[in-house]
């Protein structure tokens, strides 16, 4: 397992930045660093943008990384009325894109980020360049509307009951491979305990209902799907089901590796995402 420690002291002192946006009507955060073609870093369901702290820093040297808090995550208001679906949260993140001067650039999408990132490749094909679907969410679109319903109902009780630091504890190194070390345990106890329970209650709505297979047949940017092959999150069979609805994709499976590959396996993570950037170029 890779030691993250001396990354993440390099990134930590990244501060937010936030801006009050007009047509969402929220104030919505984020971190940026480097210069050159941007990428776009779309978090999870249990973290916001500090997981992506060791990613800035090996690739901000290359690339202009920005990673946004999502609706309700960090120092970003929540959506201000529903519907809470994956349709309100993209539409947030293409007016920030905006109002940060930026054309086009690379999304990856983590988890839940990913269904996000599938949309936004889907319907706003000239904003992106590329797209990394990373541990993918599918959904829960496709299930009957009471199962998924009840689903969701229990998750948001649990995350309730538990509060945000013991659910980080107890769920947060539950997702990563299991011979992940003491330091990774902990980064990811800090990173999910900062979850507020209205955030964590509008993103399930927001999953509740989605289904990324409707996005997939639509996207005609260059697609790649990452996973772990430890991962009790997003399995090897759930993203192969993903590469394999869309005719413009590649599949890197991550050894020993959870549901965090980007904190995980951090060198290894961003090896993958430059190539893809590299090989985007080239064509």
């Not at 399930?204 to 997939?216: E, G, P, Q």
Request: proline share 5%.
């Amino acid at each position: 397992m890779e030691d993250v420690s001396n990354e993440a002291r390099g990134s930590a002192a990244i501060a937010l930045s936030q801006k009050k946006l007009f047509k969402a009507g929220i104030n919505v955060s984020w971190r940026e660093k480097g210069s050159g073609q941007p990428i776009f870093f779309i978090h999870g369901i249990g973290t916001g943008s500090e997981y992506w702290e060791d990613q800035f820093s090996i690739l901000a040297s290359d690339y202009h990384t920005i990673a946004w808090d999502m609706p309700g995550y960090g120092a970003s208001d929540n959506i201000s009325a529903p519907p809470f679906d994956v349709d309100s949260y993209t539409m947030v993140a293409v007016e920030l894109i905006s109002t940060l001067g930026i054309r086009n650039c690379h999304f990856v999408g983590q988890s839940l980020g990913a269904l996000i990132a599938a949309r936004l490749a889907a319907q706003f094909p000239e904003l992106v360049l590329s797209v990394t679907l990373s541990h993918p969410l599918v959904g829960l679109g496709r299930m009957p509307k009471s199962e998924r319903e009840a689903v969701a109902a229990a998750r948001i009780r649990l995350f309730e009951e538990l509060g945000p630091l013991r659910f980080a504890h107890e769920k947060g190194p539950a997702i990563l491979a299991p011979n992940a070390n003491q330091a990774l345990r902990q980064k990811v106890i800090r990173l999910m305990s900062g979850v507020r329970v209205q955030a964590m209650r509008n993103a399930v709505s927001m999953m509740t209902n989605a289904d990324i297979f409707s996005d997939l047949s639509l996207i005609k940017v260059p697609m790649m799907v990452v996973c772990g092959d430890c991962d009790p999150v997003s399995s090897l069979k759930v993203c192969r089901s993903i590469s394999a609805a869309s005719n413009i994709f590649e599949l890197e499976v991550l050894s020993a590796v959870g549901h965090y590959g980007a904190v995980e396996k951090p060198r290894d993570y961003a090896e993958l995402l430059k190539r893809f950037v590299k090989n985007y170029l080239l064509k």
